[in-house]
């Protein structure tokens, strides 16, 4: 059975998606968004549509270049609003969001399995004239790897790779203590039980994290201190976790 690890999420191109049972079809809708709001070089991204994702079991290759799962219009408005030039930035999963983060001039790190992914974003980009010497590509799965980066602070973190638990939440994990204070972590596809948890526990935590603004499917808070968000405190200690379930 083809396998596609992310699964789920809306389409900008549905007629052309393989199914399969980790792609559950949503009926969630393209919010309307006006080109004329975005940045030259995305406006030209979401005109041709290029189809960036791949088709792959575990990590062999099927076929390249054949879906798109982008992420929300909205979303890349609010990275290219809100993303400045020398911002450090990551983002688990590829794709739209990885062109927006380049765009708006981030030193970001891409953290995603599939090499041809990277190759197809590079390519198109490299047609563009968008300037890639600031995007890193990790062809890792960021469950593989995240955890060993170097801890450097970061502006903004975008999870949007493997939905599958328990990824997001060690995607999440291994992140959240390198944004800054006043940095963004955007959890996508809020749609999926895995996503939602991880919102949910967020959005409980007091102190720590503030909903910002929520667009669609994508939660995105704003770390409000510079203690630790991940340590320091036992289960009593964290809302969303103190009372005992039914
Ligand atoms: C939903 S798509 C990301 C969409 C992207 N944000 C965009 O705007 O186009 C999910 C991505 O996660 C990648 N992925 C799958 N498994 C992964 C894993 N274990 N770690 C990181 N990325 C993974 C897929 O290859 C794909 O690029």
Request: proline share 6%; glycine share 6%.
């Amino acid at each position: 059975m083809l396998k596609n690890l992310f699964g789920g999420k809306a389409k900008q191109d549905a007629a052309a998606q393989p199914a399969s049972p980790e792609q559950p079809s949503t009926d969630i809708a393209q919010p309307e968004v006006s080109l004329a709001d975005l940045p030259a070089k995305l406006q030209t991204l979401l005109q041709e549509q290029p189809k960036f994702h791949a088709i792959y079991e575990d990590t062999e290759l099927i076929e390249a270049d054949c879906c798109n799962w982008a992420i929300e219009q909205q979303i890349l408005v609010w990275i290219s609003e809100n993303v400045k030039p020398g911002f450090s930035t990551l983002e688990t999963g590829c794709g739209y969001s990885s062109v927006a983060f380049a765009i708006a001039g981030a030193q970001h790190t891409v953290l995603s399995p599939i090499a041809a992914e990277h190759d197809a974003i590079q390519r198109w980009c490299a047609g563009k004239e968008i300037a890639m010497d600031k995007i890193e590509f990790l062809a890792k799965a960021s469950q593989d790897v995240v955890h060993s980066l170097p801890q450097t602070p970061l502006d903004v973190v975008l999870v949007d790779g493997n939905h599958a638990f328990p990824t997001p939440f060690i995607d999440w994990y291994y992140t959240a203590e390198r944004v800054k204070e006043g940095g963004r972590m955007m959890i996508d596809d809020t749609q999926i039980i895995t996503g939602k948890i991880l919102k949910d526990f967020l959005v409980s935590e007091e102190g720590r994290w503030v909903l910002e603004t929520e667009l669609g499917k994508t939660a995105i808070f704003r770390r409000v201190t510079s203690e630790s968000v991940t340590r320091g405190f036992w289960f009593g200690m964290q809302p969303y976790c103190k009372d005992p379930v039914d």
